[in-house]
């Protein structure tokens, strides 16, 4: 029995890796891939995710999501992952133009086919799945879980002082699908930066992931290297030295097997109009708000053991057939 799984992300280079490993892995069935504007826009994110679909052999649905948050100007983020969202590297041309329903509407339809068995995976802001439960507010009701990459909780931004990128995109998104999951049947798992910025890539990690390129020359091998070196070029140029915190894959791998951290439940919501604060996601350690838990946060990470297993797992995917386009 394989997981069937539907992945929301702005591609981005954290998310192509998480892509990659999920194509990879034989307990998951990719059953679609809806493009978020976020890290760039969603022509640039749907034009990546369209190609990795190819190169990878995704054999789902990708869809391209809604141009600009529910009420937000869209901001992006070329500084740290590209002009394109994948850094230095160069992508060839997609062959297809994708699935011609909108992101929320895959978001329903995928729910509606697999009920109570959908992972949803949420590595970017939440603009897609806020209107998908506009659309069918039984959507919490019909997956098996939430997953989602953002936020960050007695820690640091790394957007505004105190906000984390997927939420303070689209905070209103983010808000809303916190409300709408509140009293599901499973609590959403938050990845939160406090735990995704434990997996730390290294020059290390750079040269085993080389060392993949060059022995399968799998093209999306050498885009990973290429777009990495952006990432690093991007966080030393911030202040973190030659590494990159490399958040989506920890999500996406704790969503597939439940191991590398643990979980606990939190009260959490997103401010949204603080003067100094929006976009933070709160967490109501002490039940002063006298709410049930929420979210389930990630917790007590054991960072090499994710980045092993990782690199394994996509050495294992890139090994299996050099696709071209
Ligand atoms: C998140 O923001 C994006 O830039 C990354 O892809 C990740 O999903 C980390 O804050
Ligand atoms: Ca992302």
Same mark, same amino acid.
């Given at each position: 029995m394989t997981l069937p799984v539907l992945v929301d992300c702005d591609t981005g280079i954290d998310d192509a890796i998480a892509l990659t490993y999920l194509a990879g892995h034989p307990d998951v069935r990719i059953a679609g891939v809806v493009s978020s504007a976020g890290n760039v826009e969603v022509a640039? @994110?749907?034009?990546?995710?369209? @190609?990795?679909?190819?190169?990878?052999?995704?054999?789902?649905?990708?869809?391209?999501?809604?141009?600009?948050?529910?009420?937000?100007?869209?901001?992006?983020?070329?500084?740290?992952?590209g002009p394109q969202g994948l850094g230095h590297a160069h992508l060839p041309e997609p062959t297809t133009s994708g699935d011609p329903r909108?992101?929320? !509407?895959?978001?329903?339809? =995928?729910?509606?086919?697999?009920?109570?068995?959908?992972?949803?995976?949420?590595?970017?802001?939440?603009?897609?799945?806020?209107?998908?439960?506009?659309?069918?507010?039984?959507?919490p009701r019909l997956l098996r879980r939430l997953h989602i990459m953002g936020g960050a909780i007695n820690h640091r931004g790394n957007t505004g002082p105190t906000s984390e990128w997927n939420i303070a995109v689209d905070p209103e998104a983010a808000q809303q699908v916190l409300a709408a999951f509140t009293g599901a049947p499973q609590r959403p798992v938050l990845g939160s930066l406090e735990a995704t910025e434990t997996v730390r890539f290294t020059s290390a990690t750079l040269s085993r992931l080389q060392g993949t390129a060059d022995r399968t020359g799998?093209?999306?091998? =050498?885009?990973?290297?290429d777009a990495l070196?952006?990432?690093?070029?991007?966080? !030393?140029?911030?202040?973190?030295?030659?590494?990159?915190? @490399?958040?989506?894959?920890?999500?996406?791998?704790?969503? @597939? =097997?439940? $191991?590398?951290?643990?979980?606990?439940?939190?009260?959490?919501?997103?401010?949204?109009? $603080?003067?100094?604060?929006?976009? !933070?996601?709160? $967490?109501?350690?002490?039940?002063?708000?006298?709410?049930?838990?929420?979210?389930?946060?990630? =917790?007590?990470?054991?960072?090499?053991?994710f980045i092993d297993h990782l690199l394994q797992m996509l050495q294992d995917a890139l090994s299996g057939g050099n696709r071209s386009l």
């Open positions: 640039a @994110v749907h034009r990546n995710n369209l @190609v990795l679909a190819e190169l990878l052999g995704i054999d789902a649905p990708v869809s391209r999501g809604a141009a600009a948050p529910l009420t937000a100007d869209l901001m992006t983020a070329d500084d740290t992952h909108e992101g929320a !509407q895959l978001w329903v339809e =995928t729910a509606r086919a697999h009920p109570g068995e959908l992972v949803g995976l949420v590595l970017g802001p939440h603009t897609n799945l806020a209107l998908a439960l506009e659309l069918d507010p039984e959507l799998h093209p999306v091998a =050498t885009i990973l290297v070196r952006w990432y690093f070029e991007f966080h !030393q140029a911030d202040g973190f030295g030659w590494m990159a915190h @490399v958040h989506d894959p920890l999500v996406a791998a704790h969503a @597939v =097997t439940g $191991g590398f951290a643990r979980t606990r439940p939190l009260a959490v919501d997103v401010e949204l109009t $603080g003067m100094l604060t929006r976009g !933070q996601t709160v $967490g109501d350690e002490l039940g002063r708000w006298g709410r049930a838990p929420n979210v389930d946060v990630l =917790t007590d990470v054991r960072p090499e053991e």
